[in-house]
C-alpha cells in the first residue's frame, strides 16, 4: 500500500491530464503519484521522464543494463517489475539479467561491463575512477557519458520517489518503451 496516497484524478488539472494520456491510457502507478508536485516543477519532472524514454540516444540494450543497475542498486521493486520486463523484451536472458544483479560482470560484452561499472560508481561513489572513466569515455564519447549518468540519476529519482511514497508495481509491467510516452 502507499504510503503517501495517490492523488484523486478528478481533481488534476485537465491539462496534466492531457500530457498524461488520461483517461485514454491509465497512468503508471510512479506517473500518478508524481501528479502530486507542484507545476513549476511538475511539468519539468514529466519533460525529462519523456525525454528518457523518447529522447536518448544510448543503445536501448545499453540503457537497460543503466536502468537495472540502478533499480538494483536502490532495491527499487517498481522500477525492477518494469525494467526486467522490457529487458527480457530486448533479448535479455535470465543469466544476464542475473549477472547484472548480483555485479558478476566476467560474462558481459566489453561496453556492457563498462556501463554496468559506471553505473556502479556513479552511484556508490558518486563519481567514477580513472579507469573506467577513461574505458567509457573511449567506447561511447563525453556526450553519451554524460547522457549515462543523466539517465543514471534520472532512475536513481525515480527510485527514490518510489521507496518513499511506497508506489506499488504496477499490475502490469511495460513490456517495451517503443513508441510509448513516459506515463
Known amino acids: 500500500m502507499a504510503r503517501i496516497p495517490y ?3 478528478t481533481k488534476v488539472a485537465p491539462e496534466r491530464l492531457k500530457i498524461i494520456g488520461y483517461p485514454e491510457r491509465k497512468p503508471l502507478n510512479i506517473t500518478h503519484m508524481a501528479l ?3 507545476d513549476g516543477v ?4 514529466i519533460a525529462l521522464k519523456n525525454a528518457m524514454v523518447n529522447g536518448t540516444t544510448i ?3 545499453l ?3 543503466l536502468i537495472l543497475r540502478t533499480a538494483w542498486l536502490a532495491n527499487c521493486e517498481y522500477e525492477l517489475h518494469h525494467h526486467i520486463s522490457i529487458s527480457a523484451n530486448l533479448g535479455f536472458t535470465k543469466e544476464k539479467q542475473e549477472a547484472l544483479r548480483t555485479q558478476n560482470y566476467e560474462t ?31 567506447l561511447f564519447g563525453d556526450a553519451q557519458v554524460l547522457e549515462m549518468i543523466a539517465i543514471i540519476g534520472s532512475y536513481w529519482a525515480t527510485a527514490m520517489m518510489a521507496g518513499v511514497s511506497g508506489v506499488e508495481p504496477d499490475a502490469e509491467p ?3 518503451w517503443s513508441n510509448k510516452a513516459a506515463e
Not at 511538475?42 to 519532472?45: E, F, G, P, Q
Not at 566489453?110 to 569515455?137: F, G, N, P, Q
Open 59 to 61: 543503445d536501448p540494450w
Open 63 to 65: 540503457r537497460e543494463v
Open 42 to 45: 511538475w511539468y519539468s519532472h
Open 174 to 176: 511495460i513490456q517495451s
Open 36 to 38: 502530486h508536485i507542484a
Open 108 to 138: 558481459l560484452t566489453e561496453e556492457e561491463r563498462t556501463v554496468a561499472m559506471l553505473t556502479d560508481e556513479a552511484i556508490t561513489r558518486l563519481t567514477a575512477s580513472d579507469e573506467t572513466l577513461a574505458k567509457a569515455r573511449a
Open 7 to 9: 492523488p484523486d484524478l
